[in-house]
């Protein structure tokens, strides 16, 4: 039975065996889900990996609903979205421990069209920090397994998503294989994303915008000026729809430095800066992001 992916060794096709559920190409390359639960086809020699004590303090904030008005903007613009209405081979792009994925999908199971939509997708998260996708598959355990105590009918129940370790440069997926893609708080590199779109298919991106975490930002750039917003594009995508994103948090240092390391310029700050922010209390930080959605041409 054919699958989506393609081999990493010899980039063949993989077929899913329907006794073990394993894949195999016709090379005779093989591979199995490992018993925590997610695919690893190929790590990168040097994948960004957080420190445990960095991956709970984003999971706490992130668990704590801090970015809820940007998962409702997501739902919102994919219950608009034209997709189709037989399944949606849905990727979420360097997804971490997958929060966007669980809550994208419970948002949209929530109202009575994307209810529809949330049983239609078929959902892989993929990253290559594997400690990420290892806390991602036990968080999907333990939901399932509640399920199960809860006696929860089957069809009310949505289907698990699939986690894989891979390099992000060369994605194991065939060309033109999925409808939806996300990408947030990332930036569109290369031609991957592209390449495994289908024609039509929906790009969701989630950019930050001018104004997100200034008062942070102003920690490490005391000289920093406002720039105009930036909407990115790329020529081979449809600019379908642009929405912002704005709003304000009460957060402690804490709290602001687990922010600060969901951005790429974490590293710009050293330890002075870091026990200034950690020493500080925010009442009024700023969130902003742009969303687009863009259609593959």
Known sequence: MKSIYLCPVCDQPLLIHEESGGLHCSKK?????????????????????????????????????????????????????????????????????????????????????????????????????ENALFSAAKIQSEARAKLTADDMPDSDAESDTTFIVSTLKKLPLASESLDLVTLIDKQLKGKELIRVLKPGGLLVQVSPAPRHLWQLKEYIYPDMQEKSLNIPQSGELELLQTERVSFKLAVDGNQALALLEMTPYAWRANDKVRKQIAAASFEALEIDFVITLSKKR
């Not at 490992?34 to 957080?50: E, L, V």
């Open 29 to 129: 390359h093989h591979f199995d889900k490992s018993t925590n639960g997610y695919w690893i086809f190929s790590q990168a020699k040097k994948p960004q990996i957080d420190s445990r004590q960095v991956m709970r303090a984003k999971r706490f904030l992130l668990e704590s609903g801090i970015f809820m008005p940007v998962v409702e903007k997501l739902a919102a613009l994919l219950n608009a979205a034209e997709l189709n209405e037989g399944e949606v081979n849905y990727l979420d792009y360097d997804c971490g421990e997958g929060y966007y994925l669980r809550e994208l999908k419970a948002k949209l199971a929530q109202s009575g069209e994307g209810k529809s939509l949330a049983k239609r997708l078929n959902s892989y998260g993929i990253t290559e920090a």
